[in-house]
T-cell receptor
Framework: NAGVTQTPKFRILKIGQSMTLQCTQDMNHNYMYWYRQDPGMGLKLIYYSVGAGITDKGEVPNGYNVSRSTTEDFPLRLELAAPSQTSVYFCASSLLTGFSNQPQHFGDGTRLSIL | QQQVKQSPQSLIVQKGGISIINCAYENTAFDYFPWYQQFPGKGPALLIAIRPDVSEKKEGRFTISFNKSAKQFSLHIMDSQPGDSATYFC????????????FGEGTQLTVNP
């Protein structure tokens, strides 16, 4: 049981390039999330998904896109990389049963630098 | 805006001491308050959580104290150990929003041996 797996672990991009951050989970969780973590800023929600085919914006969605074609996978797309997108990106998943909050399980992050 | 304010930004404690991290929230609709622990190079992991129907929850050396009227909650780490050195995040959510969490800014805890 691997939990939440993110790839790549590190990446350097040039301004204007595009890339996809991959996230997969093997816990059959219905909810999945993408966060970015900047020093002293905590974690900010970029996008989330409540199930396959359903996505919604979080707090900081500009410059990003997501898709959720399967329960397991939730890739994050950067179309035109900008220096402001230099950050550590975390994917997480949780199982929502009724209205009971369940813990979010995080991957180990992708460290992205845009130069 | 649904904000959660966390303090201090960093904390240094001697081994065996008590670590205290505080959080304050604005949205009275929040009804779930977890704390996450993050080690360098790793993602955050749930440490302990509380709901507003209780004022305190204890799990081993970790205790959450909750003050609903003041809209504040805090994490106490008793008998702090060097292995507790990590970044701690408080968070809050509304059950009706599913598991969407609003995180505090984080506290970097260092426990000196």
């Amino acid at each position: 049981n691997a939990g939440v797996t993110q790839t790549p672990k590190f990446r350097i991009l040039k301004i204007g390039q595009s890339m996809t951050l991959q996230c997969t989970q093997d816990m059959n969780h219905n909810y999945m999330y993408w966060y970015r973590q900047d020093p002293g800023m905590g974690l900010k929600l970029i996008y989330y998904s409540v199930g396959a085919g359903i996505t919604d914006k979080g707090e900081v969605p500009n410059g990003y896109n997501v898709s959720r074609s399967t329960t397991e996978d939730f890739p994050l797309r950067l179309e035109l990389a900008a220096p402001s997108q230099t950050s550590v990106y975390f994917c997480a998943s949780s199982l929502l049963t009724g209205f009971s909050n369940q813990p979010q399980h995080f991957g180990d992050g992708t460290r992205l630098s845009i130069l | 805006q649904q904000q959660v304010k966390q303090s201090p930004q960093s904390l240094i404690v001697q081994k065996g001491g008590i670590s205290i991290i505080n959080c304050a929230y604005e949205n009275t609709a929040f009804d779930y308050f977890p704390w996450y622990q993050q080690f360098p190079g790793k993602g955050p992991a749930l440490l302990i959580a509380i709901r507003p129907d209780v004022s305190e929850k204890k799990e081993g050396r970790f205790t959450i104290s909750f003050n609903k009227s003041a809209k504040q909650f805090s994490l106490h780490i008793m008998d702090s150990q060097p292995g507790d050195s990590a970044t701690y995040f408080c968070a809050a959510s509304r059950e009706t929003s599913g598991s969407r969490l609003t995180f505090g800014e984080g506290t970097q805890l260092t426990v000196n041996p």
